[in-house]
């Protein structure tokens, strides 16, 4: 199911797919829900997948948002879909917004999963090439110029198969972001931090990251595991930037097991 609610003077597109415990997904920068396809076809439960402010199909804030206020977005989407609480995926500038709803609205997030992120602009940087092809959007908008920077920005199983990228270019294309919308998320980013706060995380929580990610650097995934107190941290070998969708079975089993942790004891509305 597509569709849509409204916050304040945000219109927030989103889908909701499955049954069972739900589970809600954040996206990366720019990236519309449909690019998390693969993964939420594959994870039990009922998952809710959402275009951010300036992302997809939903509306361009006036200026740029905080994170925050995006959290707050997130938190508006499960009230309006009646969840007292779920788990929560959040995939590289997704795993920001994540990290701000659970520090913003603990009482919302049962477990939580961090993939291939960081703690904002106290992150260990990544590759200089790759935070250079990350200013522009040209990726969403020119499949040639996707597969082009593709290998060098995403690593991994990308930058040894290219054509892995040819699935996602018509999604890309589809739902690209504006200019300003995906400014207006890096800019978010960009003023924003966890770093002295992740130690007021009490959930559960799997760190996912890769030793081949150009953008999020592993150390980051370690710094974030160490950080938050009731955390575990998995490295996958050899995966780039998008293993949460080209090591779908790896990363799912992982992201199983561990929720399946707690199912026993859960409450779910």
């Known amino acids: 199911m597509i569709d849509e609610f409204r916050h304040g003077r945000a219109r927030v597109r989103y889908s909701v797919e499955g049954s069972g415990p739900p589970v809600l997904l954040c ?22 997948v959402w275009d951010a402010p300036g992302a997809g199909g939903s509306s361009v804030p006036l200026r740029p948002p905080s994170m925050r206020y995006v959290a707050e977005i997130a938190a508006a989407l499960l009230d309006h879909l009646g969840h007292d609480s779920v788990n929560l ?46 200013l522009s959007v040209r990726r969403y908008t020119s499949p040639e110029y996707l597969l082009q920077v593709g290998p060098g920005l995403y690593g991994g199983d990308i930058a040894r198969d290219p054509t892995i990228l040819r699935q996602q270019a018509f999604q890309r294309l589809t739902h690209a972001p504006s200019t300003i919308g995906y400014w207006w998320q890096a800019t978010s980013a960009a003023w924003w931090t966890s770093l002295s706060r992740l130690a007021r995380i009490s959930q559960p929580t799997l760190v996912i990251a890769a ?35 080209t090591r779908v079975d790896e990363s799912v089993a992982l992201i199983h097991e561990f929720l399946s942790n707690g199912s026993a004891t859960d409450d779910w509305k």
């Not at 974030?224 to 070998?237: M, Q, T, V």
């Open 211 to 245: 030793d081949d990610d150009p953008i999020a650097h592993v150390q980051n995934g370690r710094i974030i595991a160490r950080r938050i107190p009731n955390a575990h941290l998995e490295l996958i070998e050899g995966g780039g930037h998008l293993f949460l969708l």
């Open 89 to 134: 995926v959040g995939l590289s500038w997704g795993g920001l917004t994540a990290q701000e709803l659970t520090l913003s609205y603990p009482h919302l997030v049962r477990r939580l999963v961090l993939a291939a992120t960081g703690t904002g602009w106290t992150s260990v940087p990544g590759d200089i090439w790759a935070l250079r092809a990350m």
């Open 27 to 48: 996206n990366g920068i720019g990236a519309p829900f449909e690019l998390l396809q693969p993964l939420r076809s594959a994870l039990a439960g009922t998952t809710i």
